[in-house]
């Protein structure tokens, strides 16, 4: 966004206009959300950041609100702040050092300039802003939260509300930056169009209305195999429901035919819960595939369009042979579960593979990385790039509360789901959906966006019926037809 603000004021919009404003913006969603007989204290950095709540206190005072300004710093001031520092002195709005009398805090710390942790007296307001149990309303993002990453760089303000200005930045929607920002508010404050579409950002948020551009075509005159001949590998007899779920996902995304290969002891699961799917029996062992079901398969492996590996595969060196097989057919390939434990041991032979999603949770992802989960949990976006710098080619589905996919330098963030999609069996539903419109569709990228929303918003449609308690990965499965269906409406 320091971008856009840049090209705005370059093309001719003097900063303090912008500040102004961005302060009026401000005001308007206060007069609509926020009380008179509330008392608001509004927390101000030095920077443009404080510099809008400086703003906002001067129009609020006018319109006899009872507002005071806490400066948390008052030296070192941008050009911008010191001027709308000075005008709130002269218009008289009062300052103080404490808030124990507010009722509402309004956080103006820092902004998208925050570039370093956190210490010090800052530290010590924030964290005494974060105890207080009072409503605190975020401007533009909460303080301590890195607006690219979202990253918490040492403490950041814990948000009821986020009032951003002109767009909503990347750290409000990524963990563990979501954590603190409360509901998000996006206000408008005036910045041509022009100068935020002429940036083309490489990180998108998955929005609704734009799924309709990522189906994939239906036509007229057209059979089956126009849809993709689509392969699942993997069940084992302790794991048959994975596979038996992956394949039906798929199927219900659109795949034109189904083939699941599984060890022979998981044959009868298939033939009786997908009547859709046609079955390569393979060897097994104890349940598990055996060694040589590796070379029944490739001998079998020439009609497939798109494979799937790993759903409730098991843990084996013939699955990891297996896996590695697949990869060198060059083939289109989704690898999920144990599949990514496979691909973990042999990833350095894959670094320039093409056609290939790999859909990890943190702990898989942070296996493959050789770092900890934690690491994962604290910088996804990060993690994300450097698994893009080893594997240029591949596409990756870091699945979490908030899953984002890379693809090439970009990044889509997925905001829809909910903890009821925390349960077993829900990655096989997401790695099947993304299966079948990779089946359909032979753009990787854009298999997996929508197949990342197609799982997380069925989950919420399915959520307004059910507790999140409740919610079955089959709940989401059986949904998937409504959200594919609402998309066609709109096309
Ligand atoms: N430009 C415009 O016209 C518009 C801007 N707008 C508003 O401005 C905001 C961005 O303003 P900004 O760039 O001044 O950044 P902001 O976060 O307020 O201040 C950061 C300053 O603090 C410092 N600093 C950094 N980290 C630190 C740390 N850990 N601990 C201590 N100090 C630290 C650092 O200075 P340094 O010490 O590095 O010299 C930096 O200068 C944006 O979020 C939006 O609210 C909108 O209204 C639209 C119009
Ligand atoms: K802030």
């Not at 195999?225 to 429901?241: Q, R, T």
Request: overall charge negative; charged content about 20%.
């Amino acid at each position: 966004m320091h971008e856009v603000d840049q090209m705005a004021i370059d093309g001719g919009i003097p900063s303090l206009q912008l500040m102004e404003q961005a302060g009026n913006a401000l005001f308007e969603a206060f007069v609509q959300n926020v009380e008179k007989t509330e008392k608001i204290v509004i927390v101000c950095g030095g920077g443009n950041n404080g510099g809008d709540g400086y703003v906002l206190s001067r129009l609020l005072y006018a319109a006899d609100y009872d507002v005071f300004i806490f400066p948390l710093e008052t030296t070192k001031l941008s050009l911008e702040t010191r001027m709308n520092r000075e005008s709130c002195v002269v218009a008289g709005v009062p300052f103080i050092d404490i808030f124990e009398e507010a009722t509402v805090l309004v956080d103006c710390v820092f902004g998208t300039g925050l570039d370093r942790d956190i210490q010090g007296t800052y530290k010590d307001v924030i964290e005494q802003m974060n105890a207080s149990e009072k409503r605190i309303i975020a401007v533009d993002i909460p303080s301590g939260v890195d607006s690219a990453t979202g990253k918490v760089l040492g403490v950041a303000v814990q948000a009821h509300e986020t009032y951003t200005l002109q767009t909503g930045k990347i750290g409000l929607y990524i963990y563990p930056g979501r954590l603190h920002a409360g509901n998000v508010h996006i206000l408008d404050i005036g910045i041509p169009e022009m100068y935020i579409q002429s940036i083309h950002p490489k990180t998108h948020l998955i929005a609704k209305k734009e799924m309709v551009d990522f189906l994939p075509d239906r036509f007229m005159h057209s059979n089956k195999a126009d849809y993709g001949k689509v392969l699942c590998v993997g069940g084992s007899i302790h794991m048959s429901g994975a596979i038996t779920m992956a394949s039906l996902s798929a199927l219900r995304s659109g795949a034109g035919m189904m083939t699941c290969a599984v060890p022979e002891s998981v044959r009868e699961v298939i033939a009786t819960n997908v009547f859709e799917s046609m079955i390569i029996p393979l060897s097994d062992v104890a349940g598990i595939i055996a060694p040589k079901a590796v070379d029944e398969l490739q001998a079998q492996l020439d009609p497939y369009s798109v494979i799937l590996v790993g759903c409730g595969i098991g843990r084996s060196e013939a699955v990891v042979d297996m896996v590695k097989m697949l990869l060198d057919s060059k083939k289109p390939l989704i690898i999920d579960a144990d599949g990514l434990w496979a691909f973990r041991q042999i990833q350095d032979h894959y670094t320039d593979r093409e056609h290939v999603i790999l859909t990890p949770h943190p702990k898989e992802f942070a296996d493959i990385m050789n770092i900890t989960t934690k690491e994962v949990i604290d910088d996804f976006l990060y993690w994300g790039k450097k698994f893009m710098e080893k594997f240029p080619k591949a596409t990756l589905v870091l699945k979490s509360e908030t899953t984002l996919i890379f693809h090439k330098d970009e990044v889509w963030i997925n905001t829809y789901g909910n903890n009821g999609l925390a349960k077993g069996g829900s990655g096989d539903v997401l790695a099947g959906c993304i299966t079948g419109l990779y089946a359909q569709n032979e753009d990787a990228a854009k298999a997996a966006v929508l197949g990342v929303f197609l799982h997380a918003y069925a989950g919420d449609r399915v959520k307004k019926r059910k507790s999140v308690f409740s919610l079955l990965p089959t709940d989401v499965l059986k949904e998937i037809q409504q959200v594919l269906r609402k998309l066609e409406e709109h096309r």
